[in-house]
């Protein structure tokens, strides 16, 4: 890259399970009123399905940067740096677009110098927070599904039978890897498997998201939902996307999570949304504390200055690693 040419950062933020336009607030122009750097756009990702397949909407966001990069060249800038950054599973569909531009450099004109995410559960859920909330809304989930089964004919006492095994399937998953991916593999079949496995993923990977919510969805629509959501049950690919992730050398990357404070003083494990990172790739993780009651309400509440009192300084932060990704990655390519 010569010192003439004209270079652009688009700086693209992607909202994460069930969210939309609004998940950042006025976040997005909270970092285009402190950017430093001379030409920076600040986009959006329109918002997309997170249902069905999780593959569709990293193919939908690498085409929409592309069509970012298209419009920056028309204006007269010869390169363009990306910098995504993702809140919740949003992080998760950054991680995959970057990991497929690595693959396939074709597919995006410009390059990816950074990620940016926002309490995303690389490692998945908290796995004691996952416990709490799947025994609180398992009975949900059952209820609305054994009306499906009642409807066609299907006998109540397989129902309840299946709602014992999904509280075995739920403990399984959250805490023997290899099992839960078994359990991942079983359940993403065309028919989701039996009621058991459904009522396993639901509890474990889907209760955190759904948690102050009702199923009143079609048995078809809440099947997509946990289709989509189902990533996070395979923890080994949670761990082998991270390895990647991190061993970029061209690509920097941070994640702010959500710290709530324990309230039994003598807990060793912070309260977390998000699954704490190995030690290996802890200094990638930056915590916010948080005065939130509840991991939810911390974790959807990340961009809201009434309820983040580190709001403000949460932006700053954000500016910082972006100049810093633009200065790192000059420096790279100025050699």
């Given at each position: 890259m010569s010192s003439a040419s004209k270079s652009a950062v688009v700086c693209g933020l992607v909202h994460g399970f069930r969210g939309g336009d609004t998940t950042f607030k006025d976040f997005p122009n909270r970092l285009k009123t402190i950017a430093i750097h001379d030409h920076i756009e600040v986009k959006v990702f329109p918002k997309y399905k997170t249902a069905g397949d999780f593959q569709l909407a990293v193919n939908n966001l690498l085409a929409w940067l592309q069509e970012q990069a298209e419009i920056q060249h028309k204006a007269g800038?010869?390169?363009?740096?990306?910098?995504?950054?993702?809140?919740?599973?949003?992080?998760?569909?950054?991680?995959?677009?970057?990991?497929?531009?690595?693959?396939?450099?074709?597919?995006?004109?410009?390059?990816?110098?950074?990620?940016?995410?926002?309490?995303?559960?690389?490692?998945?859920?908290?796995?004691?927070?996952?416990?709490?909330?799947?025994v609180n809304h398992a009975e949900t989930l059952n209820r609305h599904m054994s009306r499906f089964w009642t409807a066609t004919s299907t006998a109540t006492t397989s129902t309840a039978a299946a709602s014992r095994s999904g509280a075995s399937v739920t403990r399984a998953t959250i805490e023997y890897p290899s099992a839960t991916r078994t359990a991942t593999k079983k359940t993403s079949s065309s028919s989701w498997g039996l009621l058991a496995?459904?009522?396993?993923?639901?509890?474990?990977?889907?209760?955190?998201?759904?948690?102050?919510?009702?199923?009143?969805?079609?048995?078809?629509?809440?099947?997509?939902?946990?289709?989509?959501?189902s990533t996070l049950m395979d923890l080994n690919g949670c761990w082998e996307r991270m390895r990647r992730l991190t061993e970029l050398p061209d690509v920097m990357f941070k994640?702010?999570?959500?710290?709530?404070?324990?309230?039994?003083s003598l807990a060793s494990d912070p309260r977390t949304f998000i699954a704490l990172p190995p030690p290996e790739?802890?200094?990638?993780?930056?915590?916010?504390?948080?005065?939130?009651?509840?991991?939810?309400?911390?974790?959807?509440?990340?961009?809201?200055?009434?309820?983040?009192?580190?709001?403000?300084?949460?932006?700053?932060?954000?500016?910082?690693?972006?100049?810093?990704?633009?200065a790192r990655h000059h420096r790279q390519y100025d050699k």
């Open positions: 800038y010869d390169h363009v740096q990306f910098v995504l950054l993702g809140h919740s599973m949003g992080g998760l569909v950054s991680a995959e677009a970057i990991l497929q531009w690595k693959r396939q450099p074709s597919v995006l004109d410009g390059d990816i110098i950074g990620l940016l995410a926002y309490d995303t559960p690389f490692y998945s859920v908290n796995h004691r927070f996952v416990t709490s909330q799947a496995g459904v009522v396993g993923v639901a509890a474990a990977g889907a209760a955190a998201y759904m948690a102050k919510e009702k199923i009143t969805e079609s048995m078809t629509d809440a099947f997509a939902h946990l289709e989509f959501i994640c702010f999570y959500v710290q709530l404070s324990s309230e039994d790739t802890a200094h990638h993780f930056l915590p916010i504390p948080s005065k939130m009651e509840g991991e939810i309400d911390a974790h959807t509440s990340i961009f809201d200055p009434s309820k983040n009192d580190h709001y403000y300084n949460l932006g700053l932060d954000s500016i910082s690693l972006i100049s810093e990704m633009v």
